[in-house]
C-alpha cells in the first residue's frame, strides 16, 4: 500500500514557497485581528483585583449568613432558619462559581492571546521528516529531502497562520463573552446594595442596645430634672446634656430632638440637693459615654459604605475594562493588517534568500 | 434592588425610626422592650429580603454562567496547523515503529 503511494514530481519547493506566501496574503486579505495587550492587562488587573476584593466579601457574607441563622433574636423557627441558610449559601457560592468561571475564560483568552512557537514547529516537521524516511520509500525520502531545507520558512508560516486563527478566536470569544460578562459583574454590582444593607443592619442591631441604653438614660435624667425647680447650675447641666445629644452621628433631626431635655417642670418642683446634682452629673457623663459607643457603630456603617463604594467603583472598572478591550480588539484591525502584512513580506524575503543561497 | 422590596424595606426603616422615636420618651419599661422587639424584628426582615433579592438573582446569573460555559467550550476547541503538524507527527511516528519494528534481540 505504502509502495504505491506517489508523490508528484512537481511538489518542489518552489511550488510550496509559493503556496504558503499566496495562503498568507490571502489571510491578511480576509481580515486581521491584533490583540490589545495594554487593554487585555488592564481588564485582567482589574479583574483579578476585583477577584480577590469580591471573593472576601462573600466568604464574609456565608459566615454572615450563617451568625444571622444563629442569631438569638432571629424571629425564625429552627427549620425555617435552616432553609433560609441553605438558600443563602447556595446564592453565595454560585456567585464564588462565577468569579471562577470568568477565571477560567481568561485564562482561555491567555492561551490565544500567547504566540506560537517556531522553533517548537521546526522541530516537530523535522521529527516528521525523519520518520517519513525511515519508511524507506525513494519517493518519500526524495520529497523528505526537497522539503526540509525550507522547515525554517514552513515553521514562520505556520505560526504566522497559526496566530491568525488565534487571534481571531480570540476576538469572538471577546465579542460573545460581553453580554455574559457583563451581565454577571451586572449582577453582582446589584448584589453588593443588598450586602451593604445586610452588613448595615447587623451593625444596626448592636447600635440598638446602645441606643436603648442612652434613651433609657435620658428619660431617668429627663425625669429627675423635671423633679427640681429651674436653676443656673442645672440649666448647665441641660446645655451640657443637649450638646452631647447634638454630637449624634446620623440620626434624625426628629430623635435628636426628642433626646434633648428642656425642663417642663410638674407638680411642686424642689431644690436638688449636692447628692441629687451628683446623680444627674453622673448620668449625663453615661450618656456621653453612650453616644461614643452608639457613634463608634455609626462610623463602622459609614466606613462600610465607603468600601462598599469602592467595591462597586471596582466591579464597574472590571467592566469598562472589558468592553474597551472588545473595542480595542476590534479598531486593532487596521494596525493588524499592517503587521502582518510586514510579516508576510518578511516570509516572502526569507523564501527569496533561501532561492538564491540555492542557486549560487 | 427590586422596586417593591425597596418600598417594603423602606417602610421597615420608617418604623424603626418612629420606633426610636418613641422610645426617646417612653418610660415604661415594658413599653421599651416590646419597642426594642420590633426593631430587631424590623431589622431581621430587611435582612431576609435582602438575601431574598440576592437568591431571586442566582437564576439569571446561572443563565448567563451557561452561556460563558458554551464560549469557553468553542474558544477552547482551537485547531492551529502547529497541533496538526504535532498530531501527525505523533502518527507517522507510530506508524514508523509499525512499519520498522526495532530490534529485538531478545527474541526466542
Sequence with gaps: MLNKCRIPDSFNVRKISMGVTIFAFCVMLTSCTQIPQGEFETYRSNFNTARTASEEILLTM???????????????????????????????????RAWELITQYNDVLVRLASGSEPAAIENDLTSLG?????????????????????????SQAVVMIDDFIKKEKFKE?????????????????????????????LIMLKQDDEYMEL???????????????????????????????????????????????????????????????????????QIGERISSYNAFADQVETLNAVMKEYNVLLTATQSSFVILNTGVHEAQRVATI????????????????????QK | MSKSTKKTSAYYKDAIRKLRLYLAVETD??????????????????????????????????????????????????????????????????????VNPPDNNGDT
Design chain 1, 130 to 154: 525523519s520518520n517519513l524516511s525511515t519508511f524507506g520509500l525513494s519517493s518519500l525520502t526524495k520529497l523528505v529531502e526537497d522539503v526540509s531545507p525550507v522547515f525554517g520558512i514552513i
Design chain 1, 215 to 285: 434613651a433609657r438614660l435620658v428619660n431617668r435624667l429627663r425625669s429627675m430634672a423635671n423633679t427640681y425647680t429651674q436653676s443656673k447650675e442645672l440649666d448647665n447641666l441641660l446645655s451640657q446634656h443637649n450638646k452631647s445629644i447634638d454630637q449624634l452621628k446620623n440620626e434624625d433631626r426628629d430623635i435628636i430632638n426628642a433626646l434633648k431635655i428642656l425642663p417642663t417642670p410638674s407638680g411642686n418642683p424642689v431644690d436638688a440637693n449636692s447628692i441629687e446634682f451628683e446623680t444627674m452629673k453622673i448620668l449625663v457623663d
Design chain 2, 29 to 98: 419599661e415594658e413599653n421599651c422592650e416590646e419597642a426594642a422587639a420590633k426593631i430587631r424584628e424590623y431589622r431581621f426582615k430587611i435582612i431576609d429580603e435582602a438575601f431574598d433579592r440576592i437568591a431571586k438573582r442566582t437564576q439569571r446569573l446561572t443563565t448567563l454562567m451557561y452561556d460563558l460555559q458554551a464560549i469557553i467550550a468553542n474558544a477552547s476547541k482551537t485547531d492551529t496547523l502547529s497541533d496538526a503538524i504535532g498530531g501527525l507527527k505523533n502518527i507517522v511516528n507510530e506508524t514508523s515503529v509499525i
Design chain 1, 173 to 201: 470569544a471577546v465579542t460573545a463573552a460581553q453580554k455574559p460578562i457583563l451581565g454577571i459583574l451586572d449582577i453582582l454590582r446589584e448584589d453588593s446594595d443588598d450586602i451593604s444593607e445586610i452588613e448595615e443592619q
Design chain 1, 62 to 96: 456565608k459566615v454572615r449568613a450563617e451568625h444571622i441563622a444563629q442569631h438569638p433574636d432571629n424571629p425564625d423557627g429552627p427549620n425555617v432558619r435552616q432553609q433560609k441558610l441553605e438558600e443563602r449559601i447556595e446564592a453565595l457560592d454560585a456567585r464564588l
Design chain 1, 339 to 358: 503587521t502582518f502584512l510586514a510579516d508576510t513580506l518578511n516570509l516572502r524575503k526569507a523564501i527569496i534568500e533561501y532561492r538564491e543561497a540555492k
